[in-house]
C-alpha cells in the first residue's frame, strides 16, 4: 500500500477526479497525502517573467484539494512551488523525493494529435522523470 502520497492538482477539470483517487487510495491505506500545486512562470526574452496564474489562485487550488481530503478523515499537507514553463515535471518530481512519497497521483487533460506534440505533457515528463509509480487520472 501507499501511505505517503504527492497529489499535484492544478485548476482543471480533471482535479476533482485526482482529489477523489488519492482519497481513495489514503483511504485504504491511513496514509497522508501531500497536495503540490506548482505555478507556472513565463519567461519571455527581453520581456521579463509573466505569471500565468495569481498566488491568490495557486494557494486556493491547493488548499481547496488538501481541505477536501481533510473532511475525508484523510491527513493533509499544501503547498505551492513556482517553475518556469516546462519545468513543471521537473518540480513535481523533486517535491515527491522531497516528501518521501510512494506513489505519485496527478491527472493528465488529454491533449492529443499537434498541440499534444507541440505543449508535451506533463504527465507524461513526470512518468519518465519519476523513480516511483505514478497514477494519472483522466
Same mark, same amino acid.
Given at each position: 500500500?501507499?501511505? @505517503? ?5 492544478? @485548476?482543471?477539470?480533471?482535479? #476533482? @477526479? ?5 482519497? #481513495? =487510495?489514503?483511504?485504504?491505506?491511513? !496514509? ?11 519567461? =519571455? ?16 487550488? /491547493?488548499?481547496?484539494? /488538501?481541505? #477536501?481530503?481533510?473532511?475525508? !478523515?484523510?491527513?493533509? *499537507?499544501?503547498?505551492?512551488?513556482? /517553475? ?6 521537473? #518540480? ?6 522531497? *516528501? ?5 497521483? =496527478? ?10 506534440? =507541440?505543449?508535451?505533457?506533463?504527465? *507524461?515528463?513526470?512518468? *519518465? ?10
Amino acid at each position: 500500500m501507499y501511505d @505517503r502520497l504527492l497529489m499535484a492538482v492544478d @485548476r482543471s477539470d480533471v482535479t #476533482e @477526479r485526482v482529489v477523489n483517487a488519492a482519497r #481513495e =487510495m489514503a483511504s485504504l491505506s491511513k !496514509g497522508e497525502v501531500w497536495v503540490l500545486h506548482v505555478q507556472e512562470k513565463e519567461v =519571455m526574452p527581453r520581456g521579463g517573467v509573466f505569471v500565468v496564474e495569481s498566488a491568490e489562485e495557486a494557494r486556493s487550488a /491547493a488548499e481547496h484539494a /488538501a481541505q #477536501e481530503l481533510d473532511d475525508a !478523515g484523510i491527513k493533509s *499537507h499544501y503547498e505551492v512551488r513556482t /517553475a518556469i514553463r516546462g519545468q513543471t515535471a521537473r #518540480e513535481i518530481v523533486a517535491i515527491a523525493r522531497a *516528501h518521501d512519497a510512494d506513489v505519485i497521483v =496527478m491527472g493528465s487533460r488529454g491533449r492529443t494529435g499537434m498541440i499534444g506534440v =507541440m505543449l508535451g505533457s506533463t504527465a *507524461h515528463q513526470v512518468i *519518465h522523470l519519476s523513480d516511483r509509480p505514478v497514477l494519472v487520472v483522466r
